[in-house]
């Protein structure tokens, strides 16, 4: 069974900085690609990042780069996101996720097959 736990959301101002993690347990993390999605109140959940399971290559929303980078740890099977320069646009819930197969590559969420919970992150004006 397949579990990913996010941590590290909270209250931040415009402009703040947060770190988000996700811990992944129950398969070989080293061979999925790992992606981060958001979902604000009254809009539909959207694609944030995502990073390759070797973490040679990463993908961003328009909306987030430059300003996000998502990284990974396969010796600690965690996947972060270091959000910067944070806009009140960029309060939602944010979920971890992964695909349902290893060596693919998706930023589509259709294409997730495993989700955390979710973390609040709220950024003030």
């Known amino acids: 069974q397949v579990q990913l736990v996010e941590s590290g959301g909270g209250l931040v101002q415009a402009g703040g900085s947060l770190r988000l993690s996700c811990a992944a347990s129950g398969r070989t993390f080293s061979s999925y690609t790992m992606d981060w999605f958001r979902q604000a109140p009254g809009k539909e959940r959207e694609f944030v990042a995502a990073i390759r399971w070797s973490g040679d290559r990463t993908y961003y929303a328009d909306s987030v780069k430059g300003r996000f980078t998502i990284a990974r740890d396969n010796a600690k099977n965690t996947v972060y996101l270091q959000m910067n320069s944070l806009k009140p646009e960029d309060t939602a819930v944010y979920y971890c996720?992964?695909?349902?197969?290893?060596?693919?590559?998706?930023?589509?969420?259709?294409?997730?097959?495993?989700w955390g919970q979710g973390t609040q992150v709220t950024v003030s004006s």
């Open positions: 996720a992964a695909p349902g197969s290893s060596y693919i590559t998706s930023q589509v969420m259709g294409a997730m097959a495993y």
